[in-house]
């Protein structure tokens, strides 16, 4: 599975911008999948995950803001995001899984098989 990731931007704090992530590849096999983000010198921080059958789990720091969605006939998620604040900058990156698995389990970043290149996300205040 391929994945690539789009959609991000410079934006004022309180904008919104939608990221995408389109997979290729063995797509019919991908479980879960997942968006994450990344400063310079931290972890690799969970935002958001969505299963096959669209149930979904947010980290605390964007529950509300955010919403992760999949169009599974366009082999693509989306990360919705609103109400971005200056805390939001990172580099974003979409992730599968191809098994399943406890959807909970899907926070820690170690569960995912497939990465795509992140995407820059920068809210000015």
């Known amino acids: 599975v391929q994945l690539q990731a789009f959609g991000g931007g410079l934006v004022q704090a309180g904008d919104s911008l939608r990221l995408s992530c389109a997979a290729s590849g063995t797509t019919s096999r991908v479980y879960a999948l997942g968006w994450f983000r990344q400063v310079p010198g931290k972890d690799r921080d969970f935002v958001a995950t969505?299963?096959?059958?669209?149930?979904?789990i947010y980290a605390d720091s964007v529950k509300g803001r955010f919403t992760i969605s999949r169009d599974n006939e366009r082999n693509t998620i989306y990360l919705q995001m609103n109400s971005l604040r200056p805390e939001d900058t990172a580099l974003y990156y979409c992730a599968a899984r191809s098994s399943s698995t406890i959807l909970s389990e899907m926070r820690n970043p170690s569960r995912y098989y497939y990465w795509g290149q992140g995407t820059q996300v920068t809210v000015s205040s």
């Open positions: 969505i299963g096959r059958s669209a149930n979904t």
